[in-house]
């Protein structure tokens, strides 16, 4: 969301909040406004995380301090192969499959790490 300081309408707020997800990049928004502040520059990241957990079919992403939990839409993965090589890489048991058919994700993460193993896992 954009802050209220940024303009005082939440119509307006919202609008532009669509806009920028339909933006091609944070390129695009450079290209516009010039240099990008860290606040939009994260919206845009949750933007392009949103986007590629969509792709992926990634329902539901739950992300905290100590780790993410993957919901897929309809306990279906699009490409089972890559998901098994994926989660081999993570030989430690840091990545496993719950009976619930989530992919948890356990370990302490900065928010640039967690935010890095959603792309690579949405992407």
Known sequence: MIPSGAH???KFRLGLCRRISALASEA???DRFGTVPPELKNLLDVVELKRNCRAAGIERLE?????MVLQFRGNHFANPEGLIRWMAKW????VRLRPDHKLAV???????QRIDLARRAGG
Do not use: Q
């Not at 992300?63 to 780790?67: D, F, I, L, M, R």
């Open 63 to 67: 992300a905290g301090p100590k780790g």
């Open 91 to 94: 030989a430690d048991g840091t």
């Open 28 to 30: 695009e928004l450079v």
């Open 8 to 10: 005082p309408n939440i």
């Open 106 to 112: 356990v370990r302490e993460f900065t928010n640039v």
